[in-house]
């Protein structure tokens, strides 16, 4: 008898509380899964103003995501250095380049770069490594998308198994409490 209403009361103080931090996050603004999505925008870059420029689309997890204006010599690497390098969250091991004229890049042999159908999946972390990364030069319309990490567990699941735990322990606990006082 003294187990179940010591189980109730506990059950009922992490419902309060798991409730109430849940409001409070909300109010301050921890719970926001939902972001706006980022804004593109156009960057030029040039070394002298006669200098002619190319038109790349750089989206997903950089800094500066949006339509580039580069030299026709820049390569990958160089693009996303322009573009302030990955968000905290950017993959630079699966870097999506899609090209206008495919077999540019057909010739280049590297165990970094993946062809799909004229896209192609490089391994920039590993051409910045070991280098190599002067052969990945960009062309006029060509796509480059730096996808996110993603995480082994999502933060749904870690937040359910955090307060599954906390529960576990607290009936555990009372559990203990219980057989420890009828002992004595």
């Not at 931090?21 to 719970?31: D, I, R, S």
């Not at 002619?52 to 693009?79: E, F, H």
Request: aromatic share 8%; charged share 20%.
């Amino acid at each position: 008898m003294l187990l179940r209403r010591t189980v109730r009361f506990f059950m009922a103080v992490i419902i309060w509380v798991t409730c109430a931090q849940t409001v409070h996050a909300q109010e301050v603004g921890l719970l926001s899964d939902i972001k706006p999505p980022q804004q593109s925008s156009e960057y030029i870059f040039r070394s002298s103003p006669k200098e002619s420029l190319i038109t790349v689309q750089l989206l997903g997890a950089v800094n500066k995501p949006g339509i580039y204006y580069i030299p026709a010599n820049t390569d990958l690497l160089k693009l996303l250095t322009l573009a302030g390098g990955t968000t905290n969250g950017g993959d630079l091991s699966e870097v999506l380049v899609r090209k206008m004229e495919p077999k540019t890049w057909a010739e280049i042999k590297s165990k970094a770069i993946n062809e799909y159908q004229g896209a192609y999946e490089v391994d920039a972390e590993k051409f910045i490594k070991y280098g190599g990364a002067r052969n990945l030069k960009l062309q006029q319309d060509d796509f480059v998308y730096v996808p996110p990490r993603t995480p082994w567990i999502s933060s749904e699941a870690s937040r359910n198994i955090t307060i599954v735990s906390i529960v576990l322990g607290i009936v555990l606990t009372a559990v203990l409490i219980d057989k420890n006082t009828e002992k004595k």
